[in-house]
């Protein structure tokens, strides 16, 4: 009698409900990694990309995908296929570096898994700056079609100490630099202090031990131990983690890849890579197009997207401040030698002003 209770359609329910051990009903999972729209929109532009960068950043969101539908079959190797995603992401920048013939690139090997998880260590580091300027963050937008190319617009008031709204667009993505020390002699930033942080964050001696440390976990997940057979337990924020890793280091190496030519801060985080790896010895990191005028614009200025009254400016222009507790906290405005921003409603073929 009981046991036809516990099986009878109408009863089990109520059983289920009213024993304390039965577990809450598990909730609705997608079957599919629930992508962002923005991610899904750099594994697009990935596939408009060329050779064995293409081919690393498609394995990067495959290894996502199988991770999300392993998650909670097999954990560990779920786990795993997460870290190869992250891995194949950093191994696209790694052949984007190395297309593009940058200094230095030749060091890194697409096999090393310290090398490949090097980078995103880098990422944070950059972003504490970033941050710690107070700085607004920039807008970042991604092409649709064609060659994929990104494009960012800077808030150029902010900068400058403007009360009028001002965009600033860059050449290319990252065409800017960094600099620390001071007003009279800046030094390219090469973030040392930041690493410091994180490996002290860590527990670690230096910010490669961490970084070897976060290598080996792949290893973990596959072989026994004197303590026993590996178990990995997660939820799906790790899973969810790994894709935004995966997203910034295959947009990178859309950046890199969209021009030929060397941008600055990729020169400088590579320098700043290779630095932290202790891998720079005879290499020459060339910083000097960030002082040489050149006959293209380097920085398009206008108050909205859009707007066809707008400035262009060919030569560098020095916006120096220094970071304190309340921000970034600008040092002098844009300098009316350097450029003189003003508007107009003239149609656009009338509208741009050249600034030498």
């Known amino acids: 009698m009981i046991r036809e209770a516990m099986v009878s359609p109408a009863v089990a329910p109520i059983f289920r409900v009213m024993t304390p051990e039965a577990p809450p009903p598990a ?19 990935s596939t408009r990309l060329t050779g064995r960068v293409r081919h690393c950043a498609g394995n990067a969101f495959l290894h996502l995908r199988k991770a999300w539908r392993l998650h909670g079959v097999d954990d560990e190797m779920s786990a795993f296929h997460a870290i190869t995603a992250e891995e194949e992401a950093a191994t696209a920048l790694i052949q984007a570096l190395k297309a593009r013939r940058y200094a230095g690139a030749d060091r890194l090997r697409p096999w090393n898994h310290v090398h490949k998880s090097a980078f995103w260590p880098l990422v944070e580091a950059v972003n504490r700056v970033l941050v710690a300027s107070g700085m607004p963050a920039p807008k970042v937008a991604l092409s649709r079609f064609g060659k994929p190319r990104v494009s960012i617009r800077i808030d150029v008031a ?31 930033h090469l973030f040392e202090e930041q690493f410091a942080e994180l490996a002290s964050e860590s527990g670690t001696g230096s910010l490669k031990a961490r970084i070897e440390r976060e290598a080996n976990a792949r290893n973990e997940l596959l072989y026994a131990s004197d303590q ?28 890199v890849m969209q021009t030929p030519e060397h941008q600055l801060f990729v020169t400088q ?24 005028p050149v006959e293209r614009q380097l920085l398009t200025i206008c108050r909205a997207p859009g707007e066809p009254a707008r400035i262009s400016l060919r030569r560098p222009v020095a916006v120096t401040g220094r970071w304190g507790d309340g921000g970034y906290v600008p040092k002098q405005p844009l300098r009316p030698t350097s450029a003189s921003v003003g508007f107009d409603d003239r149609p656009p073929a009338d509208a741009g002003q050249e600034n030498d």
């Not at 909730?27 to 532009?45: H, T, V």
């Not at 900068?159 to 009279?184: K, T």
């Not at 026993?228 to 950046?255: E, K, Q």
């Open 27 to 45: 909730p609705k999972r997608p079957d599919d990694f629930p992508f962002a729209e923005w991610q899904l929109g750099i594994e697009d532009a």
């Open 158 to 188: 902010a900068m400058a100490g403007s009360p009028e709204p001002l965009w600033g667009e860059p050449d290319h993505p990252l065409n800017f630099l960094i600099r620390a020390g001071a007003a009279s002699a800046p030094l390219v």
């Open 228 to 255: 026993g057979c590996p178990r990995a337990s997660f939820d799906d924020d790790m899973l969810m983690n790994r894709a935004n890793r995966v997203c910034v280091l295959v947009m990178l190496a859309i950046i």
């Open 269 to 292: 985080c590579l320098e700043s890579l290779l630095r932290m790896l202790a891998s720079v010895e005879g290499i020459d990191f060339d910083y000097s197009s960030a002082a040489v």
